[in-house]
């Protein structure tokens, strides 16, 4: 008898809403370990972060992905300038990439 007995697994798929939750979650650690100034750097890039999920939640999907392009871009600078890591740049592009997939996928 060839059969194996089945094999279960759980999958789970983190909505927009909370990958933008987690993504700010990760913007407060590197201000918490000095890679980020709590004003102006993190601030500016939390809030693209709400606009993003805010036009998202309004059904302005096209908007709330430019906001995260915006965020994107934002972050860029902020690696070109010596200010992020490249292994916290990837993982906050790495982020936002999820959330674009996940926003144009709803």
Known sequence: DDTSPAQTFDIFVLSAEDQVRNLKQEIQRLVTVGALRPRGQSDSLIRQLQDSIDKF?????????????????????????GVLSPAEHELLIGAAKNIQTSMRTN
């Open 57 to 81: 939640d309004s059904g302005r999907v096209h908007r709330a992905i430019n906001k995260l392009k915006a965020f994107m871009h934002h972050v860029n600078a902020l690696a070109a300038a």
